[in-house]
Nanobody, 117 residues
Framework: QVQLVESGGGSVQAGGSLKLSCVAS????????MGWYRQPPGKERELVSR???????TYADSVKGRFTISQDHSKNTLHLQMNSLKTDDTAVYYC???????????WGQGTQVTVSS
């Protein structure tokens, strides 16, 4: 059963913008903290941003002031607005939720973001 489905990745030049979306099941969206992680080529997966069920947000230092996480409760959708993109932002971006409902984490399939100079 697919719980998280991402979209919105692509290729952009440095300085450009992209908006990622993640549609979640109703159960996950209403009960779980959610967030975005990314895995750059040849590197470990890292936290980008998280949002709690109360709406509290956190960001990695590398994206503060450039990325914004948000939720559309009417569509069970998590967003990541990415502005002023840098080549270092190139990575596969993953939507995640949890820990909740007996699992440490739910993960989406990932979406590729490529930023060229």
């Amino acid at each position: 059963q697919v719980q998280l489905v991402e979209s919105g990745g692509g290729s952009v030049q440095a300085g450009g913008s992209l908006k990622l979306s993640c549609v979640a099941s109703t159960a996950i969206f209403s009960r779980c903290n959610m967030g975005w992680y990314r895995q750059p080529p040849g590197k470990e997966r890292e936290l980008v941003s998280r949002i709690s069920t109360f709406g509290t947000t956190t960001y990695a230092d590398s994206v503060k002031g450039r990325f914004t996480i948000s939720q559309d409760h009417s569509k069970n959708t998590l967003h990541l607005q990415m502005n002023s993109l840098k080549t270092d932002d190139t990575a596969v971006y993953y939507c995640m939720a949890g820990p909740c409902m007996g699992r440490s984490a739910y993960w989406g399939q990932g979406t590729q973001v490529t930023v060229s100079s």
